[in-house]
């Protein structure tokens, strides 16, 4: 039996988060990171000022909305959604799994350092409490600048 720390799961804002690639495993050419949330989960309204962040749908759906365009994705559909243009996501079914794809890698040190490892493999408690001042620190220091709080829309 794996253990969510074997499988390095990390609890990541309201996301279970499983690092697949790290950058430290491709030269920091690319990160790829599984996440999980549940139905609502919305994160910050946000632009990559670094990378490119492609998402892929493994199961549920996703809305991403970009400024002037909103679209739902369902398992097996992707989007690259431009870099240097504001973004978010909403979790439509009652759960849903997707991967971030991103080049060059970093996304990846961004997760672990906002998040903590998961203590078991499972989605975070509901009503966690966050900080946002520290998640937009962490956030700037990894070149993802925060437009507005979880529910704005681009």
Known sequence: MTTATETNSIWFIDNLARIRVAGSDSGGRLA??????????????????REEEAFY?????????????SLT???????????????????ESETAR??????????????REVGEPAPEETLPPKGREHDPARLAGIAARHGIELLGPPGTMP
């Open 73 to 91: 994705l369902g398992a097996g559909e992707a989007l690259l959604p431009p870099k240097d243009v504001p973004h978010t996501y909403r979790v």
């Open 98 to 111: 997707w991967l971030a794809i991103v080049t060059p890698a970093g996304f990846d040190d961004f997760v």
């Open 57 to 69: 749908v493994l199961e549920g759906e996703l809305s991403l909305h970009l400024p002037g365009r």
């Open 32 to 49: 790829v990171v599984e996440s999980e949330g549940r139905r609502g989960d919305m994160p910050p309204l946000h632009v990559h000022r």
